[in-house]
């Protein structure tokens, strides 16, 4: 079955830096999109990034356009966030997200990101 397991997640002071990892199963991961989505306390869904099945397209919520950087090793199943200059307003839980037919048909468990001093 299809599994996403998000890790990296934790504690950061704001101007610092975090890289999420997911790892995928149960499915052809490069052949599809895969997108990361959080979820801030008390607010509703974000969509922060998007990687086409290749790698060689992403896409940025403006939010979070220059500090954060999508990729993906198709190699090793695996996807990744690399964010830089975290504010306490990144605050939030980050779920990675397939994409199938323009909706997300699996979801991570999420994994905690706390940008505070």
């Known amino acids: 079955q299809v599994q996403l397991v998000e890790s990296g997640g934790g504690l950061v002071q704001p101007g610092g830096s975090l890289r999420l990892s997911c790892a995928a199963s149960?499915?052809?991961?490069?052949?599809?999109?895969m997108n990361w989505v959080r979820q801030a306390p008390g607010k509703g869904l974000e969509w922060v990034s998007a990687?086409?099945?290749?790698?060689?397209?992403?896409y940025y919520a403006d939010s979070v356009k220059g500090r954060f950087t999508i990729s993906r090793d198709n190699a090793k199943n695996t996807l990744y966030l690399q964010m830089n200059s975290l504010k306490p307003e990144d605050t939030a839980v980050y779920y990675c997200?397939?994409?199938?037919?323009?909706?997300?048909?699996?979801w991570g468990q999420g994994t905690q990101v706390t940008v505070s001093s």
């Open positions: 997200a397939k994409e199938s037919l323009a909706t997300y048909d699996y």
């Open positions: 149960g499915f052809t991961f490069s052949t599809y999109w």
């Open positions: 990687i086409n099945s290749g790698g060689g397209s992403t």
